[in-house]
């Protein structure tokens, strides 16, 4: 079984629509979680970190951790042709070491 | 300045040639990473440097060998790679060792082995 799993796509929606993009761990231990964008030829960007239970909204971005469950999943309300790309889903086991899942490519059509 | 610079952008190297690949970040962060990955697919961890010590080495081969001259500075030097190695290496740097901010990565250097 994968450390890191992700729904997968690919992924359409229509422009203004809500995305929701799921990620599942298998480590119990981790502390900390993340959503990176990767655009098509780019590296990854940090876009929402995560550490506790619950909601957390960063403008048009939702991250929410459920501990027990080891769900984390991330909201993108009103998306955009822009947010077109790869997301990936990545947990730190605060060894130093984050584990990535496949990623999910996301389509925003206009 | 927050960013980490890699250098060069691409690279194609003969599998007898030996090249080096660098990377370099001013913000003070205490760990840095490289990491590779092949399209498609999520990026691999190869190596972690905390406070300039080699701390983690995920099973490399040989023919891969990261140095830290300082904790600005993180070099991948390459030698005898075979075509399978072709992908984009990536490197990343935290703010601490226990990466629990998440990482800050540079543009890549995509490599191409012939």
């Known amino acids: 079984q994968k450390e890191v799993e992700q729904n997968s796509g690919p992924l359409s929606v229509p422009e203004g629509a809500i995305a929701s993009l799921n990620c599942t761990y298998s480590?119990?231990?981790?502390?900390?979680f993340f959503w990176y964008r990767q655009y098509s030829g780019k590296s990854p960007e940090l876009i929402m970190s995560?550490?506790?239970?619950g909601d957390k909204e960063d403008g048009r971005f939702t991250a929410q951790l459920n501990k027990a469950s080891q769900y984390v999943s991330l909201l993108i309300r009103d998306s955009q042709p822009s947010d077109s790309a790869t997301y990936l889903c990545a947990v730190n086991e605060d060894a130093g070491k984050s584990t990535f899942g496949d990623g999910t490519t996301l389509t925003v059509k206009p | 300045d927050t960013e980490v610079t890699q250098t060069p952008k691409h690279l194609v190297m003969g599998m007898t040639n030996k090249k080096s690949l660098k990377c370099e970040q001013h913000m003070g962060h205490r760990a840095m990473y490289w990491y590779k990955q092949k399209a498609k697919k999520p990026p691999e961890l190869m190596f972690v440097?905390?406070?300039?010590?080699?701390?983690i080495n995920e099973s490399v081969p040989s023919r891969f060998s990261p140095e830290c001259p300082n904790s600005s500075l993180l070099n991948l030097h390459l030698h005898a790679l075979q075509p399978e190695d072709s992908a984009l290496y990536l490197c990343?740097?935290?703010?601490?060792?226990?990466?629990?901010?998440?990482?800050?990565f540079g543009s890549g250097t995509r490599l191409t082995v012939v």
């Open positions: 995560i550490y506790s239970n």
């Open positions: 990343a740097s935290s703010q601490d060792t226990t990466g629990r901010y998440g990482y800050t």
């Open positions: 480590d119990r231990v981790s502390q900390s």
């Open positions: 440097y905390s406070y300039e010590k080699l701390s």
